[in-house]
């Protein structure tokens, strides 16, 4: 470039784009749901499935915040996507040569002994976070280990919006109350009307058509408190967590806001 026409570039401040034009800048991508603090460096020895691993001091350390599908064992086959849930974390973690930074949170272990984290790649990236995004993982919040559960119910959304993965399964799909056979099982997404709110010593009930209702214990219902479960008589509600049959009729034990949303 001639002098007078650099001259002329840097007057009309336009070098910075030409410059910007050869040499673009590389836009990092911000983390997902990134740490608020870190309590323990570790390595991982082994990952056996998609939400659960084993360290290198031979901790087993289950997901906080997620559920991916089950491998095969005792006789039952591998559910849809799970060799890819646990390929996927596997490859997460040999992309951080498997090194990660631990955070607990409330609650250390659950009932088989195993510890409970959020795991995170050196650039901070959850990667409970990252397989919600993937759509091989749905999200799990069971109290008192909320911590970051918001950040990873919208990342969920965003995969569910966006139809990833598990979200094109059969079991996924959002199922009328009123549709479900008898029979049903396991992870469920339910819409219907609230026809009753039943109410005992120990538990709120929201009554839906088709002998379906979720249970709401009532030490966890001040984390509902912005949905007001008590005033949803005749409004439609969406429910996702895992059906049980108690005395015929089909059940839902709700933990967390994260498992229900108000449609109209």
């Not at 001091?57 to 915040?65: A, D, F, M, S």
């Not at 599908?69 to 086959?77: D, F, I, V, Y």
């Not at 984290?117 to 959850?126: F, K, R, V």
């Not at 990252?130 to 965003?158: F, M």
Request: net charge positive; charged share 25%; glycine share 6%.
């Amino acid at each position: 470039m001639q002098p007078t026409l650099l001259l002329k570039a840097l007057i009309a401040g336009r070098l910075f784009y030409w410059l910007l034009f050869l040499f673009p800048l590389t836009a990092q991508a911000a983390p997902l749901c990134p740490p608020n603090h870190i309590d323990e460096q570790v390595k991982v020895r082994y990952v056996h499935d998609g939400d659960t691993l084993i360290l290198s001091n031979g901790e087993k350390v289950r997901l906080i915040g997620i559920n991916t599908p089950e491998l095969a064992r005792k006789g039952r086959p591998n559910q849809p996507l799970a060799i890819q849930a646990r390929d996927r974390l596997r490859q997460l973690v040999a992309s951080s040569n498997n090194q990660l930074s631990l955070k607990l949170d409330a609650e250390k272990r659950d009932r088989y002994g195993r510890l409970l984290a959020h795991l995170y790649s050196p650039d901070g990236n959850s990667l409970s976070a990252q397989l919600l995004e993937d759509g091989l993982a749905t999200l799990l919040a069971v109290p008192p280990n909320l911590d970051g559960l918001g950040c990873y119910s919208r990342i969920e959304k965003q995969a569910r919006h966006a139809r990833k993965p598990i979200w094109q399964l059969d079991r996924f799909q959002i199922i009328r109350s009123r549709n479900l056979h008898r029979n049903s099982r396991g992870y469920h997404r339910i819409s219907g009307k609230v026809v009753r709110i039943g109410e005992g010593r120990r538990n709120l009930w929201l009554n839906l058509p088709g002998n379906v209702a979720f249970r709401i214990e009532k030490k966890e219902l001040p984390l509902f408190k912005t949905l007001k479960p008590r005033e949803l008589v005749g409004k439609t509600i969406l429910a996702s967590g895992f059906l049980y049959q108690h005395k015929g009729a089909l059940r839902m034990r709700l933990r967390t806001p994260y498992a229900l949303e108000v449609l109209d």
